[in-house]
């Protein structure tokens, strides 16, 4: 289940994953988040070692300004609070897999 977070809640969240958590920083208005967003709803759902959270970046710009988020949709995943992958646009399951399980 993918969790949406805010600025508020966001290091309690994501500190609290043991594993891979992955970011997605998104727009309402944005259409390749828009194309993004089942793919990582699937993620979500098929995968027990990835926790899944969402930003809105319209609500919370001081988190993506902190997280140096210039164009959405940005995917950030991190293990132990820590930047392991960063994509940005749309990209396929395999190749969001790919790049924030390596």
């Given at each position: 289940?993918?969790k949406?977070?805010?600025t508020?809640?966001f290091e309690?969240?994501?500190?609290s994953?043991?594993?891979?958590a992955l970011v997605?920083?998104?727009?309402?208005?944005?259409g390749?988040?828009?194309?993004?967003?089942?793919?990582?709803e699937e993620i979500?759902?098929?995968r027990?070692?990835?926790t899944v959270?969402?930003?809105?970046?319209?609500?919370s710009?001081?988190l993506?300004?902190?997280?140096?988020?210039f164009?959405?949709?940005?995917l950030i995943?991190?293990?132990n609070?820590?930047?392991?992958a960063?994509?940005?646009?749309?990209?396929q399951k395999?190749a969001?897999l790919?790049?924030?399980?390596?």
């Amino acid at each position: 289940m993918v969790k949406y977070i805010n600025t508020q809640n966001f290091e309690s969240e994501v500190n609290s994953v043991s594993g891979v958590a992955l970011v997605d920083f998104y727009a309402d208005w944005c259409g390749p988040c828009k194309m993004v967003a089942p793919i990582v709803e699937e993620i979500s759902n098929e995968r027990d070692d990835v926790t899944v959270f969402k930003v809105n970046v319209d609500e919370s710009p001081e988190l993506a300004s902190q997280f140096g988020v210039f164009s959405i949709p940005t995917l950030i995943g991190l293990k132990n609070g820590q930047e392991t992958a960063r994509i940005v646009g749309f990209r396929q399951k395999a190749a969001i897999l790919a790049e924030i399980l390596k």
